[in-house]
């Protein structure tokens, strides 16, 4: 069965950082591109960034040299760092896979985890 755990949200004033980690079980997790998505109120579901098996990293325009996506191929585990948070940044969080950079990602998404940059 695949899962996707993500944790490591939370209330952050703004120009403070968050750590969020996905969990992934039933994957053969190193083989994937793992994918950091946000869904703010009222606002569709974007992909903020992008890791592939080999490292190579992508990232939308509004996260760029902010947020940083990394992964452990031995803790079937991805993150993302997310430094000088804005206001803008506040949305729940989600990760998911695919098999390569132009597959779908899977149906299966977990409960995500809520971010809020606030004063």
């Known amino acids: 069965q695949v899962q996707f755990v993500e944790s490591g949200g939370g209330l952050v004033q703004p120009g403070g950082s968050l750590r969020l980690s996905c969990a992934a079980s039933?994957?053969?997790?190193?083989?994937?591109?793992m994918d950091w998505y946000r869904q703010a109120p009222g606002k569709r579901r974007e992909l903020v960034a992008a890791i592939t098996s080999s490292g190579n990293t992508i990232y939308t325009d509004s996260v760029k040299g902010r947020f940083t996506i990394s992964r452990d191929n031995a803790r079937n585990t991805a993150y993302l760092q997310m430094n000088s948070l804005k206001p803008e940044d506040t949305a729940v969080y989600y990760c998911?896979?695919?098999?390569?950079?132009?597959?779908?990602?899977?149906?299966?998404w977990g409960q995500g985890t809520q971010v809020t940059v606030s004063s």
């Open positions: 039933g994957i053969i997790f190193s083989i994937y591109v």
């Open positions: 998911n896979g695919r098999l390569a950079v132009q597959a779908t990602m899977t149906p299966y």
